[in-house]
């Protein structure tokens, strides 16, 4: 069956760094993007970007320009974040999530259909 | 950017009453739309895709429809499990944007 399994809870000071990773199973990795999605404690979704995972090309939603860096290794089928100089506003649940298309002959519709467990990362000295 | 206004932001029902939940896109999005369901603690379920889709394997009391601006998730006859964050997705440009959210709780 189709998963994404994230790594762990991460503690970090501001300043610092952290990569966090999201191992699929289950489908040929290279077939399908994935997507990055933040979620702060007790707010909603935003879309961070996605990675296409046959070239390796990022693309960032303009609140993640510069600190955020989406990469993968595909031999393991496994896509990473990793964000530096961590603030606290960084201090969030991201998700990783696999994307999907569908085409009704005349219109492509993108969405996210299965989901990473999320990775809570926190900011704080 | 897309601004997706959704409502209302909660909701509370009794067991088996039909509930809507309703997403506005601030330009047409040619029904790009699908829909979520988070539970308190978990990641987000998809439930419907290209506005009307079910998702297989989620219960067919939850339906979606709508097009151009406006589109709608329906949950015919509420039930224990239904109750969450259920949210909207635009995926017909970029950035993706998501609906605010709509909490859902059994009265």
């Known amino acids: 069956q189709i998963q994404l399994v994230q790594s762990g809870p991460e503690l970090k000071k501001p300043g610092e760094s952290v990569k966090i990773s999201c191992k699929a199973s289950?489908?040929?990795?290279?077939?399908?993007?994935m997507h990055w999605v933040k979620q702060a404690p007790g707010k909603g979704l935003k879309w961070m970007g996605w990675?296409?995972?046959?070239?390796?090309?990022?693309t960032y939603a303009d609140d993640f320009k510069g600190r955020f860096v989406f990469s993968l290794e595909a031999s393991a089928s496994t896509a990473n974040l990793q964000i530096s100089n961590l603030k606290n506003e960084d201090t969030a649940t991201y998700f990783c999530?696999?994307?999907?298309?569908?085409?009704?002959?005349?219109?492509?519709?993108?969405?996210?259909?299965?989901w990473g467990q999320g990775v809570m990362v926190t900011v704080s000295s | 950017d897309i601004q997706m206004t959704q409502s209302p932001p909660s909701l509370s029902a009794s067991l088996g009453e039909t509930v809507s939940i309703e997403c506005r896109a601030s330009?047409?999005?040619?029904?790009?739309l699908a829909w979520y369901q988070q539970k308190s603690g978990k990641s987000p379920q998809l439930l419907i895709y290209?506005?009307?889709s079910l998702q297989d394997g989620v219960p067919s009391r939850f339906s979606g429809s709508g097009s151009g601006t406006q589109y709608s998730l329906k949950i015919s006859g509420m039930q224990p499990e239904d109750e969450g964050v259920y949210y909207c997705?635009?995926?017909?440009?970029?950035?993706?944007?998501f609906g605010a959210g709509t909490k859902l709780e059994l009265k």
């Open positions: 289950g489908y040929t990795f290279t077939d399908y993007a």
């Open positions: 330009e047409d999005i040619y029904s790009n």
């Open positions: 999530a696999r994307n999907q298309v569908n085409y009704d002959g005349t219109y492509y519709s993108y969405y996210f259909d299965y």
């Open positions: 290209y506005a009307s």
């Open positions: 997705l635009q995926g017909s440009k970029y950035p993706y944007t």
């Open positions: 990675i296409n995972t046959y070239t390796g090309k990022p």
